[in-house]
């Protein structure tokens, strides 16, 4: 018997064994994924988009440092072997994951693993099956894009982000529903390349759930770059043909219709959890009304042997809130001692060019609460690093208490924000206060003088601006 059976080897389940296995438990970790270990953010998310962001920026900007001296001519690019270059990138970060679950001795099984009986897992793989027993269970088995209405993804002419990765050209025209922060990044990305992208998004701005001034700032850089966007808009239905994909589209406003055709579209209207064929009903294991698996603050189920942890539990789909989901279960089954993860001081990035990255509290949030509150703005454009690097777009935004002076929140949109965030993330874990920032020595010429600056303006006293 197993002292920790899990179900993913997705960054919650693989970090989770890892763990497990270094305070002495004997841990199985079970995945039924085809590419290898590693979860959709390794295989098909956060890596291989973010190889494409690098690469494509490259491409847009190489053409453009003729004021430095250096002149490019022909420039051409060629995705095949750009797409080769990232999926060779991630093989070996998959190997890399392998390697450790080796070196710490973590069992690892291929298969589909569904429960026989509370504490018995039937794993399958093709024909093949067996039973294995377990004293505890960690669920961490992701989620999946979820599709528009009745029209499944055929990952040629409508698309999940999956799909859209995985593109040989790009598209005369490619039509993006959905701008959170994946229908953003992946608009980027193929905007770049030479798509004429547009993004259809519900409500009145894009990446909602960002600090105002964040998102409007964010839409007017991106508009500058190239992407369309179409705000305040409804996907009334999907028609598809041999050569293209027909939108039809409302106006919310006006109640106005449309049709947009393209020769292909991008669904990105969220992720949805994977619990199906995992017989949770059959060991008592409850869902909410959207598949998501119930849990407490402990990340433990309706059953105190049975936890679960990461995109499968709803929240922050973040690979890196699995993670510290993971060992807090973990070092909780083998202390008793739960360490509790601030939701607060979770960060968010979103690898647009420039970036955007946030933590804590946005001003909408602390107005609708109504905490009194102190704003500190500092631009990069008055930063001597960023200006050097022509870069010089976007501020840094903290937000701090109006009477205790504690950071609530921070935001910023610009160049190695989500480098930048971490600083943000330790004070506020801290309970630091804007002045504690302020008068911290930050080297120069650096981005992170911005956030000193920043935390200085809170309190008016700004020096560079």
């Known amino acids: 018997m197993y002292d920790l059976a899990i179900i993913g080897a997705g960054p919650g389940g693989y970090v989770a064994a890892i763990r497990a296995r270094q305070l002495g438990m004997k841990v199985v970790c079970i995945d039924k994924a085809k590419g290898g270990v590693g979860g959709a953010c390794l295989n098909v998310g956060c890596i291989p988009s973010k190889a494409l962001l690098h690469a494509s920026h490259m491409y847009r900007e190489i053409g453009k440092q003729q004021n430095w001296g250096i002149t490019a001519e022909n420039i051409s690019i060629d995705i095949p072997t750009m797409q080769k270059t990232k999926q060779e990138n991630v093989k070996v970060l998959i190997k890399g994951v392998e390697f450790l679950l080796k070196k710490n001795k973590v069992e690892y099984m291929s298969g589909k693993a569904s429960f026989k009986d509370a504490r018995t897992l039937t794993v399958t793989e093709g024909e093949k099956f067996h039973d294995i027993t377990a004293r505890n269970f960690l669920i961490a088995t992701g989620s999946t894009p979820i599709p528009f209405e009745s029209m499944p993804f055929d990952e040629e002419k409508i698309l999940s982000s999956t799909g859209c990765l995985e593109l040989k050209e790009a598209p005369k025209e490619l039509l993006i529903v959905g701008g959170g922060y994946i229908g953003v990044e992946m608009g980027s990305v193929w905007s770049r390349l030479g798509a004429r992208v547009t993004i259809i998004e519900y409500t009145d701005s894009i990446v909602p759930n960002m600090d105002k001034a964040v998102r409007d700032d964010l839409l007017k850089l ?6 369309n966007f179409m705000l305040n808009t409804k996907v009334m239905g999907i028609k598809k043909n041999k050569t293209s994909v027909t939108l039809t589209i409302e106006d919310r406003k006006t109640q106005k219709r449309q049709d947009l055709k393209a020769p292909k579209i991008m669904i990105s209207i969220g ?23 119930k849990v407490d603050k402990k990340c433990m ?15 922050a789909m973040l690979a890196y809130k699995a993670e510290e989901e993971g060992v807090a279960v973990v070092e909780g089954l083998h202390s008793g001692h739960f360490h509790k993860i601030n939701p607060i001081t979770l960060p968010a990035v979103i690898f647009t060019h420039p970036e955007v990255a946030c933590v804590g509290y946005t001003e909408e949030q602390a107005k609708k ?31 701090a208490h109006k009477e205790t002076d504690e950071i609530l929140g921070v935001h910023i949109l610009g160049e190695e924000a989500g480098s930048l965030i971490s600083e943000a993330v330790v004070a506020m874990e801290f309970k630091a206060t804007a002045e504690d920032i302020a008068y911290t020595c930050h080297a120069h010429p650096t981005f992170s003088e911005a956030m000193k600056e920043a935390a200085l303006a809170v309190h008016k006293r700004a020096i560079h601006t």
Do not use: W
Not at 222 to 227: N, R, T, Y
Not at 271 to 292: A, H, I, Q, S, Y
Not at 301 to 315: C, F, L, P
């Open 222 to 227: 991106l508009k500058k770059q190239g992407i």
């Open 271 to 293: 992720r949805c959890p994977v619990t199906e064929n995992m017989n949770l009903e059959k060991v008592g294991v409850d869902l909410d009304d959207k598949g998501f698996i």
């Open 301 to 315: 189920t309706s059953q105190s042997h049975i936890y679960a942890i990461g995109d499968v539990i709803g929240g």
């Open 369 to 399: 609460s109504h905490t009194p509150y102190n704003i500190g703005i500092f631009p990069f454009a008055a930063n001597s690093r960023s200006k050097t690097v022509g870069s010089a777009e976007g501020f840094v935004k903290i937000i």
